[in-house]
């Protein structure tokens, strides 16, 4: 039997290796069929292979936390500079128009609120019926590997995988991580391998040190959680750089929606994606909307 002093001891990630050559510009989605492909296409640019996501489902666990106490307000601004909405059904349905044409990850688990020592036991909240009928593009399902609740969470994700198979709908595995758990990179390559090898599409998770072994070792692709709270510049240097070492995309929500300037970061944040500008550009470009809003 394997045993924990197996896992992240690999040593030859190819770094540097170019993927072979696939027809599809999404990675590792080649052999998906059409539904699922369109879908996928709603989600990463078939230019660069890559995403902006804005993530605005933290209500579900956290309530109306600072920057989303009007969803109806916040939000629609900010959806021209971005390519995904992240967003629960309700807040979905009851505060954004359907016109968008954008893509939608649904967030699909729910589970305990943020008073709850452990958050790790969620179950499925949206039944793939409803994820048809909200025309999801993926659906999102949050997985708390090493956590005691471990196979509750990954059934959560495999029963997804299956009925999302099913109808050509993707899912997206998110990496959780609880306050008790690890942040390394032995943990990331874990996690973020066993969810792909289970099936999921995408896989979001945290930027970390040695993340180009990370992105090269999973095998569809990544996009990074814009995570906490930071100054601007800092969080559109984690963007570059883990865009330069290999994620697929970026998930941010309150590096956005609780700047001083969401839709100047938000273009800022689609620069580097998908502009290929640099930090300091994307930063002079955050400054430019920041300081024209403010006049």
Wanted: glycine share 10%; aromatic share 6%.
């Amino acid at each position: 039997m394997p045993d924990n002093e197996m896992v992240g001891i690999g040593k030859d990630y190819g770094i540097g290796i170019a993927l072979p050559q696939e027809s599809f510009h999404v990675k590792g989605m080649d052999h998906c069929d059409w539904g699922m492909k369109k879908r996928l296409s709603n989600i990463f640019d078939s230019k660069d292979g890559r995403t902006v996501m804005l993530a605005f489902d933290h209500g579900y666990m956290m309530g109306s936390t600072r920057g989303l106490e009007r969803v109806d307000l916040t939000i629609p601004p900010l959806i021209d500079h971005v390519d995904v909405l992240m967003a629960t059904r309700g807040a979905l349905r009851s505060m954004i128009m359907p016109k968008h044409q954008k893509g939608v990850a649904l967030r699909c688990s729910a589970g305990s609120s943020v008073l709850k020592d452990d958050m790790s036991l969620e179950v499925i909240g949206v039944d793939i019926e409803d994820a048809i009928r909200m025309d999801a593009d993926c659906m999102a399902v949050q997985t708390f590997i090493g956590s005691e609740n471990e196979c509750q969470s990954l059934n959560n994700l495999i029963t997804a995988i299956n009925t999302g198979n099913r109808y050509g709908i993707p899912v997206l595995g998110v990496v959780a991580v609880g306050k008790q758990m690890e942040r390394t990179p032995k943990f990331f390559l874990l996690a973020t391998r066993m969810l792909a090898e289970l099936g999921a599409q995408i896989v979001k998770t945290y930027y970390c040190k040695d993340f180009e072994k990370i992105t090269a070792a999973c095998p569809v692709p990544i996009v990074i959680a814009g995570g906490k709270k930071l100054a601007e510049k800092e969080a559109l240097q984690m963007t570059y750089q883990a865009i330069q070492e290999g994620a697929k995309g970026v998930d941010m929500g309150r590096n956005v929606f609780q700047s001083t300037s969401p839709e100047g970061m938000a273009m800022a944040v689609k620069g580097i994606v998908h502009g290929e500008m640099n930090v300091n550009e994307a930063y002079e470009l955050f400054q430019e909307v920041r300081n024209e809003k403010s006049k």
